[in-house]
């Protein structure tokens, strides 16, 4: 279980067999409820009641809407896995299969990022069909790839504690933590027009580094450097990973 | 790494809570053997097989499969295993179908080899015409068919069966008993753990007999009955009354009493207790008309022991 796994052989096969739990993933997880609800409903109605009203060009608003969306839909699926397979049982299943813990949240990440990629696109290309000229697109992509990839491996941290059985314990908990981030991320208002002290408490989320990076991609200006920017979501891409290793590694036996 | 035993276990314990659910626990499993795990509930027979599996870690002790140690290698321990736990644990929102392309996945087998076995197991358990349901439509007699093709679409080395016929009708019984030696005679090892000493006495070569967490017997069933101290009866009928106390008196006898026209003799040791009641006879002048051993039933040891223990 906490063995680690060595050789290249090992890891590309620990790597293929990680494939088929996002298989199952995809199957199981993309329509259950909570994960339509609070990956797409929430950030969409969320939006609207931002939007509706405001006069904006609507470049300034693709960003946020951008960042909400990845934020929330690679964030959705995560948090509901490990508790959903704990209650059915499955999670044993999974234990007692050939694979390693690592493998198994590996799974779980690329799952999560997958469907956050894929529902992310939705706002690049309405962007693009009403007009929204991208300054940066190589940015832009490669700034959602990571991103979204960064709020996968987020949200199976968020999923790590308590180690409950119960998906809506952790669902509820991890929307007390997003919605938050949503707040302080310069999604609603840019970064440069926030207090010195929002500005640094903007600087504990990730969200905040994606948005920004899309503004650069989108607008062709930021507030950090767009290399900042990258570097430090690939810095908390590496720290989310590690932690949800460990605190599972720490937590997983009692769930079982 | 190759092993002769296929399952070694060593100083095994495990706590929860500050109670002991296993307590240092060793025996051995030989390949292509059926080993039955018998005990009641709470007894240490699931907690021993969820360590086994990887599910959980010892406290103390070692365990290894076919030499790989269970937790330091855990990975290539548990490739060789099939398991069938306790609680269905089969996907529910996934066909059976796709519960198995996902587990043999798991476990390595190449997508030509899952299709054919897959496609194999299900029509051997009757349950390939219902691939493509979804699993949550499927009766317990179903799921628990399906897990067991769960567990041998990898063609494992050791099948791990934890009460796998339990509130299952008689027929389903019958097929998983019958596929169970069938799998084992091509050289499957197989660990069941069950409450049915029936089940037990039929499938396997040796059994152990576990309670509050240690391990009470193992031995075949035919010699944990044999060697049942106090269980072995002999019924004993002579042409003249005899006084039951003058029995109790002989060598190895332990209880007598009389049932109708014969005496029912409870012995430690039948051969010796023969021996005594031939001398007795002819010291009476009496001539023994019938003599039956009856030895006790597999439930009868079973209780005896966990009572004892």
Not at chain 1, 117 to 128: E, G, R, W
Not at chain 2, 86 to 103: G, T
Not at chain 2, 203 to 215: F, H, M, P, S, Y
Request: overall charge positive; hydrophobic content about 45%.
């Amino acid at each position: 279980m906490g063995e680690k796994v060595m050789g290249k052989n090992i890891s590309w096969n620990q790597f293929k067999r990680s494939l088929f739990i996002v298989q199952k993933n995809i199957h199981i997880y993309y329509s259950k409820g909570p994960v339509i609800i609070f990956g797409l409903l929430m950030p969409f109605f969320l939006f609207l009641s931002f939007y509706i009203g405001r006069d904006m060009p609507i470049e300034a608003l693709i960003p946020g809407l951008l960042g909400m969306t990845a934020f929330f839909t690679a964030t959705s699926t995560g948090p509901a896995i490990v508790p959903w397979e704990a209650r059915a049982k499955t999670l044993e299943r999974l234990i007692s299969s050939p694979v390693s813990l690592r493998t198994i949240f590996l799974g779980d990440v690329i799952s999560s990022f997958l469907f956050g990629l894929l529902i992310s696109v939705f706002p690049v290309i309405a962007s693009l069909l009403i007009g929204v000229e991208i300054v940066y697109p190589l940015i832009l992509v490669l700034g959602v790839v990571l991103s979204t990839f960064c709020f996968a491996a987020f949200s199976i941290l968020l999923s790590a504690y308590p180690p409950t059985d119960n998906p809506s314990t952790i669902m509820m908990l991890s929307s007390m933590i997003k919605f938050p981030l949503v707040f302080i991320s310069g999604i609603f208002i840019p970064l440069e027009q926030l207090p010195i002290w929002g500005r640094t408490v903007s600087s504990i989320s990730p969200l905040t580094y994606f948005t920004d990076l899309a503004r650069y991609a989108i607008q062709g200006k930021s507030y950090y450097p767009f290399e900042v920017n990258f570097l430090v979501l690939i810095a908390f891409t590496i720290a989310f990973l590690v932690l949800a290793i460990k605190i599972h590694e720490h937590t997983i036996q009692k769930r079982l | 790494m190759t092993s002769e035993n296929a399952v070694e276990v060593t100083n095994l314990t495990k706590h929860f809570n500050g109670l002991v659910a296993v307590n240092n626990i060793s025996f051995e499993v030989k390949n292509s053997e059926l080993f039955g795990f018998l005990g009641p509930n709470g007894a240490g027979k699931t907690t021993t097989i969820r360590m086994l599996t990887g599910v959980i870690k010892p406290d103390k002790g070692s365990a290894s499969i076919f030499g790989y140690d269970v937790v330091k290698q855990g990975l290539k321990a548990r490739q060789l295993m099939g398991i069938v736990p306790e609680m269905s644990n089969a996907y529910v929102d996934l066909s059976a179908w796709n519960n198995l392309m996902l587990v043999g996945g798991l476990y390595g087998v190449n997508k030509n080899q899952r299709t054919e076995r897959a496609t194999s197991l299900l029509k051997k358990f009757d349950l390939y015409e219902r691939r493509n349901q979804l699993v949550k439509g499927f009766s317990k007699g179903m799921k628990q068919k399906l897990l067991l093709c769960m567990a041998l679409i990898s063609d494992p080395q050791i099948l791990f069966l934890d009460e796998p016929t339990s509130g299952l009708d008689v027929e389903s019984q019958r097929l998983i008993k019958d596929m169970v030696r069938e799998f084992n005679a091509n050289g499957t090892t197989v660990f069941l753990t069950t409450h049915n000493m029936e089940e037990a006495n039929q499938l396997c070569d040796r059994v152990a007999i576990i309670n509050r967490g240690k391990i009470a017997e193992i031995d075949s069933p035919e010699k944990v009955r044999q060697q049942s101290c106090g269980l072995q009866t002999i019924e004993i009928s002579f042409d003249n009354p005899v006084n039951a106390e003058d029995l109790l008196k002989l060598p190895s006898v332990n209880g007598a009493n009389k049932m109708g026209d014969k005496l029912r003799l409870c012995v430690d040791d039948t051969g010796a207790a023969i021996d005594a009641l031939v001398d007795y006879a002819r010291s009476k002048k009496l001539n023994i008309i019938s003599l039956n051993t009856l030895a006790p039933s597999l439930e009868d040891v079973f209780l005896q022991l966990v009572k004892e223990s």
